[in-house]
């Protein structure tokens, strides 16, 4: 860790990706930053601890563009990620850092997407190649990705890929690489199983671990608060709106362009809100920081390093708007309220691929932090129903009234109105600026924002995936589930969302039957009922499966009816590659399916680790040459 590195310039990155950074709002490294760079520019190998949110994607994604000869169109840096979602995101990441370099290429490759469409975009050329493990080693056997001009290869989330089971893949993907290479490996854990990879392939990696700064902080009530990126905002006023004891705020994000942002909109909702970055001069910082202390400002939105040792005592709540990059970083933040003896209320704002890091914090907060129910509709409405009746009651006592009592007279003669009549218009025009309701209709936030209920811990659910062995008998039923055409739902999610949630080869999953708002699946008779409930909470498109055997009736309904639509493959006529599946007795799920290539791989580990899954439902048959992969 490198704690007096300030700004990115003072890491030596080029003035192109300096340029690009200012542009995005970058005001400081992260911690992970600071330390990764220099190592992944001086090109040592590297072993990065982080997980989502320390900002290890820019980590290492800077150096690596910096590194980039741009006149070579062929990949140069490779990237193994877990999900597709990952790979997008990393290339996006990329992308934007890349504004400012011209001609630069990256592509995306991963299991779902055409793969016609990937080979020409292959073919294209890219500088920098982002995937998951089973596509990019299929691109390889195929030789349509060549890695002879690759100088560095990054396994992201490596223990993620380890739990998903693409461990062998990603040893298969690292002995057909080019030796001469530089490699780093970013994990949130370090198992054993990853120690082992790091020592095999990686040469005298520099580590990187990120300080965990434990701090007990007794006086500051601390609250979490689920939410989607999107619905940020709304939480925020909602909270502000309804929290007791509530004094003056800081706020905290990322980037300086989201303390202006952000403050803006508080202003524009009616709050005293002001930004606070390291773009500002010192003098309107200090500005700012006494307008907060005299109370012309309630809210000041900052980030970690304009509020370093502001020590402003009305300050009640701390705001964690954007998650910190580490726990050194949360600890000071919360510590900007609670001071000189009084208590403080610390709110944070965890986004669901966030998770992980809300445990670390608890862990080094020693203490729990606990989940926020954010206020509904309703709530946020009787406070401002409360205050406005406040202030009408302050009104009737203080304020000489007699003028305004000839105006209403008036009102009810002229339009013989019900004084009632009147007094509702009254309220309704004094609430214009600030409705009474909140708008919107439909679900509210909190309720579309409640943490998804607790997936089983997962040791839990590894040991149940370890179980669905035991439902290998042969027998197949159908199952219902609820997404079908209307959400434009196809076999392919359908598989893939079962095969990787539930760990349930593709292998075992028969013939699907797509209707207008449900489909039905044949899957083992007897799934296990903890399979089953993981696979109740599955989305696809956005819809829970709520899965459920189908009864005698509805099974022969099912089987009798005529099929909505053409659908030549899973429409009418049965599925064509699970013909034989339903009736066969299965192939025991652990028999490894013949034809992946081992080489002299160090690990071939038959285990739930060591399988594929085919999230294309494109066919697999037991017997085929190529096991089924994450393609
Ligand atoms: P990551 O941990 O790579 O998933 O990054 C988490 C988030 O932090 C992303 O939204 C990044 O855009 C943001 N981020 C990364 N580095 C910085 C930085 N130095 N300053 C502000 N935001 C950053």
Known sequence: MNPTVESFAQLELSPAILEALAGIGYETPSPIQAACIPHLLAGDDLLGEAQTGTGKTAAF?????????????????????????????????????????PGFHVLPIYGGQSMVVQLRQLSRGAHVVVGTPGRVMDHIERRSLNLDGLRTLVLDEADEMLRMGFIDDVEWILEHVPVERQTALFSATMPDAIRRVAHRYLRE??????????????????????????????????????????????VFVRTKTATVELAEKLEARGYAAAALNGDMTQQLRERVIEQLKGGSLDIVVATDVAARGLDVPRISHVINFDIPYDTEAYVHRIGRTGRAGRTGTAILFVAPREAR???????????????????SREAVADKRVAAF????????????????????????????????????????????????????SGPDIAMQSAPRPERPPRENRDAILQRRREFSD????????????????????????????????????GQINLY????????????????????????????QLNIRALDHDEAQRDAARPRPGPGPRFG????????????????????????????????????????????????????????PRDR
Not at 404 to 415: L, N, P, Q
């Open 572 to 627: 009418s006529k049965p599925d064509h590659r699970r013909e034989d599946a339903p009736r066969k007795p299965f192939a025991k799920p652990w028999d490894k399916p013949a034809g992946k290539p081992t080489g002299d791989r160090p690990h071939a580990d038959k285990s739930f680790h060591g399988e594929r899954r085919d999230t294309r439902g494109t066919g697999f048959k037991p017997g085929k040459k190529k096991p």
């Open 474 to 509: 042969g027998h197949l039923q159908r199952y219902r589930i609820e997404v079908g055409r209307n959400q434009q739902a196809t076999p392919k999610d359908i598989v893939g969302a079962i095969a990787n949630e539930a760990g349930i080869e593709s292998r075992f999953i």
């Open 516 to 543: 207008e708002d449900y489909s039905t699946v044949e899957l083992p008779s007897d799934l296990p009922q903890d399979v089953l409930e993981i696979l109740r909470r599955v989305r696809v498109r956005q819809r």
């Open 357 to 375: 890091m809300l445990k670390v914090i608890e862990r080094a907060t020693r203490q729990p932090i606990e989940p926020l129910q954010l206020p």
């Open 389 to 440: 009746r406040q202030q009408v009651a302050t009104v009737l006592e203080s304020e000489d009234l007699d003028f305004f009592h000839e105006v209403v007279a008036g009102m009810e003669d002229s339009h013989d109105a019900d004084i009632h009549d009147i007094a509702a218009a009254l309220a309704f025009l004094a609430q214009r600026e600030r409705p009474l309701q909140l708008p919107g």
């Open 61 to 101: 994604a800077l150096p690596l563009l910096d590194r980039l000869d741009l006149a070579v169109r062929q990949p140069q840096v490779l990237v193994l990620t877990p999900t597709r979602e990952l790979a997008i995101q990393v290339a996006e990441a990329f992308q934007r850092y890349a504004k400012n370099l």
């Open 205 to 250: 990696p520099r580590e990187v671990k990120i300080k965990a700064a434990t701090a007990t902080v007794t006086t500051i009530r601390q609250r979490f608060c689920q939410i989607a990126v999107a619905h940020k905002l709304d939480a925020l006023t909602r909270i502000l709106e309804v929290e007791e004891d509530f004094d003056a705020a800081i």
